[in-house]
DNA sequence: TTGACATGAAACCAAAAGGTGTTATATTAT
DNA sequence: ATAATATAACACCTTTTGGTTTCATGTCAA
């Protein structure tokens, strides 16, 4: 089940819930006690903790009077995953050698050349 | 310079967008060829590679009367990093007790004991 | 030179996103 | 019991998003 209404993309696409999660990574907090740290409306900031959880990437038990969010990192690893197909792209040389030679015929006239050392 | 008016984290959110990259992953393509790929119109996909042009993770080059788009994977290594902060959290098991630990006052009655192997 | 093709540019549209404020309800402290 | 607190639930507003269609322009091929 979970049902993931909100993609984890979209959830971490606006600032304010980055910025949300990072509160959350230190410590379990209560909606009044987020909205203290931004500039913006109870209701506004009850919206992003909705959407977030929608992702999963936030948990909320009502404590008392209060509602108590907390941090559940885990469906980051999605993105994680997607961006580890790219990393290849960027991390080393080789692996851009790599993509130029796989993509050799839209690089006509391109050679790569190997230079042996003495 | 390179202005960032759209956001790397906006600009991945879309999944039309994330196929796009996809696509150019394998090797560059014009316009049409990536529109091919879709069901949407042409110069939908041409407004969302404006999108990705603006968080400088394509870049289009015009060859004749076509405009061929290259992946620009770097700016990917932004997410990457906002990313490594949460990995912490989900990737092994100490952290997650490092996590416990430093919110003790919010686990009240949870004790941490030490084990000692003979 | 005349179509066919690829793109650019503009006007437009519905729905979603990101806000606001108001009101109602449950819980806590005095 | 009462007042203050914390949130939920709405109704509402404006801007952005993701899409459309239409028309103009530049380029290639026959």
New binding site residues.
Partial sequence: MTAVK?DVF?AI??P??REVLRLLANKEL????I?SHF??????I???LQ?LSEANLVS?K???????YQLQPEPLSEVKQWLSYYEQFWNNKLSILKHIVENEDENDGLKVIKIDHE
Same sequence: chains 1, 2.
């Fill in positions: 909100h979209q696409a606006d304010t819930r209560a909606i009044s006690e909205t500039p913006i409306s109870r209701t506004a009850a919206k992003h959407i909320g009502k404590v008392g009077r209060e509602k108590i």
